[in-house]
């Protein structure tokens, strides 16, 4: 017994089990990407046209991306109190937009909507903060792999909810905000604890392990997948949605047990002297430091502490080392991504938001306009493995920049955008495949170039500001371009039959041109967004043709 427990003690603190934990907390974390099914409910209710409701997603979007605070407190504040203020702000936010849309207290006004859904939007920043950004430093030479299954169960995270809110309330998709208010909130509290940085070791297993929980979250997508196309010709009864979300429930906790199994194989080695943690001496020796070098290098970091930050921001160190906050934020890299995120993320999360009323103005019925999202959602997820397991792996083995695979990416969204611009039969189903898997794939890549380029010293902050773009973008190409569109042609609509907009309490567009214009207007801009990116292939091809992880190797005494 006593044995039992000391290895449940050391299984719960180790660097799997907080995988696992972090897989969780992740899976919770994307409950923005289900605006696109909730929002015609607080349309319907609160009497919104769609500039306004698209306002609203401005705001949403504003709180998903904007993540300084959650950085600059995760510099100063340990892991498990960045994860407990995200928790607060979710069930907040979320909480108060329930109360909002089934009029449990007044009719709120427009910029406190707009208040409700920044603050529980936010909170994701912080799981995100606290999950990823300890996972990539526990795992440095596998962070492509990490990034891309930490955002791959945040693209799953929309049809997971799905799965979970048709199986507890049923068809009512007012519950469905309620849900994403209480459910998240509880996997950060419950798992604060377990997920903090520990010291790397030696374990040439670590890629195959991730493949293992690449399986499975592979077989969760398609179970997802196949569950959302039975849903289109079977009517489901409350007891079938309960137990599809059974087998959700026990797919997501199957990397629990491979957490449990690498945790259990670390025990025994130690115990056997075989695998021992990468300790300092172990660095010195196999660098050969002497004392005096040591000494030397200490003085040379104490001196660069002590000069001010500002003194620093023309001195850039190489591509590769640790840039201090203000160096990477002023660095001509920074700017290009900030650019093809602006265009990239801007446009995908336009299309996302708008997608329940894309479906509406081509005639679907509701049932398949869910199917829709959580298409989006289950395709995310594989655009988000995909770009972390191949782009890592053509990086390794070709040495191919990681932005090149952003410009391939950027290119997919374009047809994407364009089969909604001009849909034909079944096209906005496959323009819903593209979209989830490009809008998915952008996330990991960016977070990953950001971490290669500036180093992981203040990855907590710069991988926050990386995506500030996108709110940018999606308040441009969202608010002021496709809500301003879209409400021109149902203004149209409304002439033809001489009414005027105050004669309607929903403004609602029917047909093809309702977004024909918006869309094509996303994919230029898209297209504009690739063509940027690929300068940073050229500036940056040279850096990512060396051992970009070499000094990761040295340090840890990994080979």
Known sequence: MGDACKFALHAVDGRWFSVFASFLIMAGAGATYLFGTYSKDIKATLGYDQTTLNLLGFFKDLGANVGVLSGLLAEVTPTWFVLVVGSAMNFAGYFMIWMSVTQRIAKPAVWQMCLYICIGANSQNFANTGALVTCVKNFPESRGVMLGMLKGFVGLSGAIFT?????????????????????????SVIFAYTVRERKPERQ??????????LIVSIILALFLMAVNIVEKVVDFSKAAYAGSATVVCVMLFIPLIIAIKEDWIQWNLKHQEGMKPAAEATAEKKLDITPEVKSEI????????????FLTICNKPPRGEDYTILQALLSIDMLILFAATFCGLGASLTAVDNLGQIGESLGYPTKTIKSFVSLVSIWNFFGRVFAGF??????????????????????????????????????VYVASVITGFSFGAQLPLLFAIISELFGLKYY??????????????????NVKVTGLLYDNEAVKELAKKGLDRSAVKELVCIGVQCFRLPFIVLSAVTFFGALISLILVMRTRKFYSSDIYKKFREIHGVK
């Open 163 to 187: 799965q979970f809110y048709l199986a507890i309330y049923g068809t009512d998709s007012k519950s469905l905000i309620l849900l994403i208010g209480w459910l998240p909130a509880a996997l």
């Open 298 to 309: 200490s003085k040379e970091q104490e001196e660069k502490v002590q000069k001010s930050c």
């Open 460 to 477: 907590s902050t710069l991988f926050n500001c990386g995506q500030l773009a996108s709110p940018l973008g999606s308040y441009i190409l």
């Open 390 to 427: 191949v782009s890592e792996s053509l990086l390794v083995r070709y040495k191919m920049p990681r932005p090149l695979m952003m410009t391939f990416v950027l290119l997919l969204a374009c047809v994407g955008y364009l089969l909604i611009a001009f849909p034909f039969s079944g096209s």
């Open 204 to 213: 040439p297993n670590e890629l195959k392990v991730f493949y293992q929980f």
